[in-house]
């Protein structure tokens, strides 16, 4: 079965612009995240939805938005780019919420941002 | 509130060496702990979990881990590396009594693997 897609595969963006990221989830699963990976900080937590609604954030600026639709398909947004936003952005997509489902991640958006 | 440090950024070995590469836990409530290796430009992938039972758990690729909780670690072996197995390996928990999906990822160790 198709695996998590995420489009694009490499965005370069200049500093105040906006950007969109896709991910569509494994057909079925219901859960998706989202994480930024920088070589200074490592993996961090973006943001879960699970059935459209944001069921966790982590500890981002506003400018970090996201939603999910009812395909489960999933969006997240970041305005007002700045030089430090950019990073590999992946997305994980689960069965469900529970802490013991394995989470199967996409290849990743990278973003750079001028 | 959970974290995990990864002892060693990187760690070289030679081909057919045994390798270790080191995870430590933090955490105030029980915790379903996962190795993921992340090959170049690629995404994450799952090399195996701990969820309960059994402290030693088998993964892919003939990777092994052993959850030890009075040390509060889940350390990953192989006996036998390859080139193949050069990546950045991820150690990472979740929270199993949490509502939402939530993993917390130490900062990774490259290991490289060399002729």
């Known amino acids: 079965k198709a695996g998590v897609t995420q489009t694009p595969r490499y965005l370069i963006k200049t500093r105040g612009q906006q950007v969109t990221l896709s991910c569509s989830p494994i057909s079925g699963h219901r859960s998706v995240s989202w994480y930024q990976q920088t070589p200074g900080q490592g993996l961090q937590f973006l943001f879960e939805?699970?059935?459209?609604?944001?069921?966790n954030k982590g500890n981002f600026p506003g400018r970090f938005s996201g939603r999910q639709f009812s395909n489960s398909r999933s969006e997240m947004n970041v305005s007002t780019l700045e030089l430090g936003d950019s990073a590999l952005y992946l997305c994980?997509?689960?069965?469900?919420?529970?802490?013991?489902?394995?989470?199967?991640f996409g290849q990743g958006t990278r973003l750079t941002v001028v | 509130a959970q974290s995990v440090t990864q002892l060693d950024s990187q760690v070289p070995v030679f081909e057919e060496a045994p390798v270790e590469l080191r995870c430590n836990y933090s955490s105030s409530v029980s915790v379903y702990l996962f190795w993921y290796v992340q090959y170049p430009n690629q995404g994450l992938q799952l090399l195996l979990k701990?969820?309960?039972?059994?402290?030693l758990v088998k993964g892919i690729n003939g990777f092994e881990a052993e959850f030890n909780k009075s040390q509060t670690s889940f350390h990953l072996r192989k006996p036998s590396v390859h080139i193949s197995d050069t990546a950045e390996y991820f150690c990472?928990?979740?929270?199993?009594?949490?509502?939402?999906?939530?993993?917390?990822f130490g900062k990774g160790t490259l290991l490289t693997v060399n002729p």
């Open positions: 990472a928990v979740s929270d199993p009594g949490g509502s939402n999906y939530k993993l917390t």
């Open positions: 939805y699970f059935s459209e609604t944001q069921r």
């Open positions: 701990y969820l309960s039972g059994s402290t």
């Open positions: 994980a997509s689960s069965l469900t919420t529970a802490g013991n489902t394995e989470a199967f």
